[in-house]
């Protein structure tokens, strides 16, 4: 379920440059740590993905495994995702900390014309790191009111 969300931002998953799946991210002491897949630009990881079983809860205890790759890797964005909801985290509060909650979450059986047009900046065509953080900041406290 998540190959077609990432051809849909543009991105050739069979471009090992470009798409790459069981990334691994080793964490201290703990060798070995994949993540799921991730998006590269310039050989450098932009956005990593944690999938999960389709219809399963994305709880915090799943998003504890992006925490960790997130921490050790240069990516500015995370994807907890279960093939349904896409949930997109980054680290607005403390900088390569990925926040508690996301910013943006897309949902393939509930969006509005609104959610499409914030995932259409994810995609490799119009991805722009300084853009996206700006919407990030926004959504976020527009998320809370």
Known sequence: MIMPLIQILGYNVFDPFEVTPEFTSDIGTKKGEKVDYVILRDGKPIMLFECKKSGSDLTINHASQLFRYFHVTEARF????????????????????????PFFEFNILDFKERDVDE???????????????????????????
Do not use: H
Request: glycine residues 4%; aromatic residues 12%; charged residues 30%.
């Open 119 to 145: 995932l259409r900046k994810f995609a490799k065509t119009a991805f722009d790191l300084e853009t996206i953080l700006t919407t990030a900041n926004e959504l976020k406290y527009t998320r809370v009111i």
């Open 78 to 101: 995370g994807v907890l995702t279960n093939g349904l909801i896409y949930r997109f985290f980054t680290d607005l509060e403390q900088s390569n900390k990925m926040d508690e909650k």
